[in-house]
């Protein structure tokens, strides 16, 4: 059996009519098939066409590796489970969300939420840091956690290819994390992997495909982001305990747009905490 070929699928979406996005969700094209991450609920045309493009039926997907339970990671998980049987894999952090959208709606609201998460998906795998699971012969993933992002986020090694899903803040775009130091650790935890244990391509959800230099240079880029983020958040922070105004911090970055985002807000307070 010829070594497992990587598809990445670009998938685009309306949070608002006004904000639009889009998320990059992985095939993995073996003797089976495997989603890595699942996009938004409406995207399984999208992802069937890919198949269908590459000469693959779609009952032939055998497993889908969530990396966290966001609404454009899940959006298609529970259909393609249904309808082809497919295990569904995810940290145990993440189960919760996964398995309950309306439990993740209550603690993390946004706009557009079930339109983009779907419906709720058992996971029927556990995963934690380190595991390996090899769903046929010649095809072997292993879990990193990844944390940071979100508490249980997981990235997967197969062979040279780590798939990072959103794990790395991103110069330019919204930076969403909801632990400071959990996100320095990934973003030390990923270098050493690049450096040391022989990762030559990274796939992200935000963008394209990184080979091991490029990588790096995007690690040094996100430390950069977290520190500037620190250093205006620390600066307006008065200390009263009580909620610094997003707009300001926004304001001080000369990133207005940013202060619309819900979400921010989350990366600001968990900023607040001095060392």
């Not at 990671?73 to 393609?80: D, E, V």
Request: net charge negative; glycine share 8%; charged share 25%.
């Amino acid at each position: 059996m010829p070594s497992a070929r990587l598809h990445q699928i670009r998938i685009d979406f309306s949070v608002t009519p006004e904000v639009k996005r889009f998320v990059y969700a992985y095939l993995i094209e073996a003797k089976g098939l495997y989603l890595v991450d699942a996009g938004v609920a409406g995207s399984e045309t999208q992802i069937l066409g890919h198949v269908q493009e590459i000469g693959r039926s779609p009952s032939e997907l055998r497993g889908i590796f969530l990396t966290h339970a966001h609404p454009d990671h899940i959006g298609t998980a529970a259909w393609f489970r249904e309808r082809f049987g497919c295990s569904v894999y995810a940290s145990a952090g993440e189960k919760p969300w996964i398995e309950d959208i309306d439990r993740q709606f209550r603690e993390r609201p946004i706009p557009n939420f079930y339109g983009l998460a779907g419906r709720s998906c058992p996971v029927d795998v556990c995963l934690a840091d380190g595991d390996c699971i090899a769903p046929e012969p010649e095809l072997e993933l292993i879990a990193i956690a990844t944390p940071g992002h979100s508490p249980g986020h997981m990235a997967y090694r197969t062979g040279q290819a780590l798939f990072i899903g959103d794990a790395v803040p991103v110069k330019g775009d919204i930076p969403i994390f909801t632990d400071e130091q959990a996100t320095r650790k990934t973003l030390a935890r990923l270098a050493r992997l690049m450096r040391e244990d022989g990762i030559a391509t990274c796939y992200p959800a935000w963008d394209r495909t990184y080979d091991a230099c490029a990588m790096q240079a995007k690690l040094q880029e996100a430390e950069a982001v977290m520190d500037q983020l620190k250093e205006a958040v620390l600066q307006l922070d008065e200390g009263s305990g009580l909620p610094l105004p997003v707009g300001r911090v926004c304001a001080r970055l000369g990133m207005p747009a940013l202060a619309a985002n819900p979400l921010f807000a989350r990366t600001v307070d968990c900023l607040r905490k001095r060392p």
